[in-house]
Structures are given as structure tokens and as C-alpha cells.
């Protein structure tokens, strides 16, 4: 790791790189790219796939499987630590882009109101992080210079490269979209409901619809 204060510092550093202001939505998109850069950077993950046990071996978060979740994703804050829980049942590729994109929510827990608004009250503000949310997984799990490598040394073969990034397919084929490298995949037409469950604020919920979308 390349900072001397030790893993410790990963959530600190990530988000110091947040201006304490209001910021608009495509400046929390940037937002998340940049410390997804960080991220990587931090932990010096130069290739892919991304290990699964970074996210456990950051201090105070305590990563879960569990069957009966009734979500793709849940994080909160449970006796001084945070617990990023994953519905078992789900495939691996899922379970990796829900174990990012929880973690995000947990980043953006002291400074969600800077980078989206009141995500409890507003709708919007709750879809704006969650977008921001899968924003980050997508950078994490398949940064541009990567994807733009791996992509024509593989052959521009979808399966082939998903798989050697530890993603769906549709997740691949989303980021490729985004990044001008495919065509343009079927996008959700709907919002997805609100990033925590109304009643407490530091809980969160990645629902099992598909939500590797564009951003």
C-alpha cells in the first residue's frame, strides 16, 4: 500500500477527495471515478481481477454472505463497525460488483449530502446515489486503461473478457457502451427505490434488479 497511515486510511483518503459542498451529478460521477483511481491506487491493484478480500481487509468493515437477504447488497453500521452483508444465492460476478458498490455507500455515508442531497427525503437525491454507487463498482472492477488493454488483446471477446474481470457480461458490455466501444445496451427505464429503507439512515439496500447500468 502506498500510504503510510496503512489501510486504515483508505476510507479517509477517498474521502477527502469530495469537496465539502454541494456538487452537481455528473461532478459525484467524476467523484466516484477519481476515487476509484485512488482506490486501486492505495492498494496497489495494478490488474485485473480485483481480489474480493480487499474490502474485508479495510478496517471496521466486516463483509457477510447471507441467503435470506432480500437484496442484492445491504451496508450499516452495527457495533463500531460496518457490515457490508451479499445475498449468497447470487453469482460471484454479482456478488463483486454488490460488494463495490455497497462500499461506496459506505465512503459516501459522511458526505452523501455534498455529492447528492437529502437521500432520504428526495427520490432523486436516493437515485443520484445509487448511480454514483454503481459508478464507482464499474471503475473499481473495470478501470478504462484496463478494459481498453484487455479488451483488444482479448479479441473483443465479451464472455472471455468478463470473465477474466470477474463481471457479467452485461456489466462488461454497459462499461464498453460507456466507454464508445459497443453498442448501446437496453438501458432501465425506471428508478430504483430509495438507498436506505426510510426509517434508518445509515442502512443501505443494492435491490436485485439489475442495476449495472448506464451511468
Known sequence: ??????EADVLRVLRALAPRRNSSFLESLHIAELQAEQFLEL???TGPPVPRRVVAEIPNIEVRLDNALPASGSAHWEAGCW????KRSESLSRRRFSLMHELKHVLDHPIKHHLYGD??????AAYRAERGADQFAACV????????????????RLADVAARF???PRALSVRLWLLGMAPQVKRWATMPPQVTDGQDPARYFRPM????IAL
Not at 141 to 156: D, H, N
Open 1 to 6: 500500500m502506498n500510504t503510510s497511515g496503512g
Open 43 to 45: 492498494l496497489d491493484i
Open 83 to 86: 457490515v457490508i452483508t451479499l
Open 119 to 124: 437521500t432520504i427525503a428526495d427520490p432523486i
Open 141 to 156: 472492477l473495470m478501470p478504462e486503461r484496463w478494459i481498453k488493454r484487455e479488451w483488444f488483446i482479448g479479441g473483443e
Open 166 to 168: 470477474g463481471v457479467s
Open 209 to 212: 434488479a439489475d442495476l449495472e
